[in-house]
């Protein structure tokens, strides 16, 4: 009997307790409460001319968006992944690639004595890397190692949560990358009031895994001289350079769309005929 009055008692008390906790949870401000989201504010929706199933590629803001990351993005970005003679995609000829692509150095060897040696970059070398492993990537640039950008365009992307990545199956929205790309460009703020930035880091609300951000901005109005007249501005560089990347994620995407275009229509045909083919069948069937 005593042992059931005790167990009872110890029933009581740890509910008791396990009720205050929840009470004071709850009158706990929100902010002590919540887990933070990143980003804060969402990428912006920019108009592409990739977008959409006849979406194609402006070769003009291409050569652009290359200028832009030659000069400034390949400071301390790398690009393992593309050869530069891809760039005759861009409306290049071949002569203008090997040029480009002299500009450039690359390691190569050994030689017939066993060294290494370094050489003019040729159109079959792939854009070299800034620094010549990520321990050095990450000593210049306060411990953080810039991510190689050939991939991404489509390897960073912010999640749109349902409803809206239902309704872009519809819409066929596939820009993501893009518009994450271009917001952190021209997404730089000062930190609201009472904000800790930690040393060495910058404010971007725009940035997908914590509100600071090790890269500083990298643009500038001014910055990158255009020959074509196109405006000289942040908005225009953070718009050519996402494209730019866009392309060297995706160089095939122009063809993806008419084969899949192609393929639409000949399903279409397919299914018509199918169709008059079993009513030609059954109609000579009695019943």
């Not at 592409?48 to 199933?53: D, M, S, V, Y």
């Not at 996402?242 to 397919?270: C, Q, T, Y």
Request: proline share 10%; glycine share 6%; with cysteine.
């Amino acid at each position: 009997m005593n042992k059931l009055v005790a167990s009872l008692l110890s029933l009581a008390v740890i509910g008791g307790l396990t009720t205050a906790v929840a009470v004071a949870q709850e009158k706990k401000p929100a902010a002590e409460t919540a887990t933070p989201t990143y980003p804060i504010k969402e990428p912006r929706e920019q108009s592409w001319t990739f977008a959409g199933p006849f979406g194609h590629y402006d070769k003009a803001q291409l050569q652009r968006g290359l200028k832009v990351y030659a000069e400034v993005c390949s400071a301390c970005h790398s690009m393992n992944l593309v050869p530069f003679r891809t760039l005759g995609d861009l409306g290049y000829s071949p002569a203008q690639v090997k040029t480009f692509a002299a500009k450039y150095e690359t390691q190569d060897g050994p030689n017939p004595q066993g060294e290494m040696y370094t050489r003019k970059a040729l159109p079959s070398d792939h854009f070299p890397a800034p620094f010549p492993n990520p321990e050095a990537a990450a000593a210049a640039n306060n411990g953080a190692v810039p991510p190689d950008m050939s991939l991404l365009a489509k390897a960073r992307e912010v999640e749109r949560g349902f409803p809206r990545f239902v309704f872009d199956i519809f819409t066929q929205y596939q820009e993501n990358g893009p518009d994450y790309i271009y917001s952190l460009l021209t997404g730089y703020e000062e930190p609201p009031a009472g904000f800790q930035l930690p040393p060495g880091s910058h404010y971007n609300p725009y940035f997908h895994a914590a509100p600071s951000f090790a890269m500083p901005k990298p643009l500038s109005d001014g910055q990158v001289t255009y020959d074509d007249g196109a405006p000289q501005t942040v908005d225009q560089y953070a718009k050519d350079v996402s494209s730019f990347l866009m392309w060297a994620a995706e160089p095939h995407l122009e063809d993806r769309k008419h084969m899949g275009f192609m393929v639409i229509i000949f399903l279409l045909i397919f299914t018509v005929l199918i169709y008059l083919t079993k009513r030609s069948i059954y109609s000579k069937v009695e019943h």
